[in-house]
């Protein structure tokens, strides 16, 4: 149900040893709002010696606004985090697409088709210089997929702690 009610501060109803009572179980985000995506597509499709060799070559970006975070909070606050419009992104690509028919007579048709795409993930706005989400590190120009794992040399033997 917080999820419809992100902006809301929610409460809990409880029964302590027969006393009633509530207990909040959302901190309220006023501020908060629905992300936003602008979205660019640009395609070319083509066919030649009578559709036996057709294709479409498509470039496409998308930006998108306000995104939805979990910020952290320090656990003596009493909740892990809130909801927050914080940063941008921005995703870009091409896709390729060609479809031919090698093989054709009355009784037979051979069909092969192929699929290439690529894709750039950029983080353009965030509120802080970085932001380490479990194993993500979410920094401007880096990408939401970058990972923040840390290097390990090995184990010691003598107490077997990591190095």
């Not at 501020?31 to 060799?53: H, P, Q, S, Y």
């Amino acid at each position: 149900m917080s999820t419809y009610y992100a902006y809301q501060s929610l409460y809990t109803f409880y029964n302590n040893l027969g006393e009633g009572g509530t207990v909040a179980s959302r901190l309220p985000t006023p501020d908060l709002k629905w992300e936003t995506n602008l979205n660019l597509n640009v395609g070319l499709e083509f066919a030649i010696l009578k559709n036996r060799i057709k294709g479409n070559v498509e470039y496409f970006q998308r930006q998108s606004k306000d995104l939805l975070f979990d910020m952290p909070l320090a656990p003596s606050v009493g909740f892990s985090g809130y909801q927050a419009n914080i940063g941008e992104l921005k995703n870009t690509g091409f896709e390729f697409s060609l479809f031919t028919t090698p093989v054709k007579t009355d009784d037979f048709e051979w069909n092969v088709d192929v699929n290439l795409s690529t894709l750039k993930n950029e983080i353009t706005k965030l509120p802080k210089g970085s932001i380490v989400s479990g194993t993500k590190l979410l920094q401007v120009g880096g990408s939401i997929y970058d990972f923040f794992i840390p290097e390990w040399m090995g184990v010691d033997p003598s107490n077997g702690n990591p190095l």
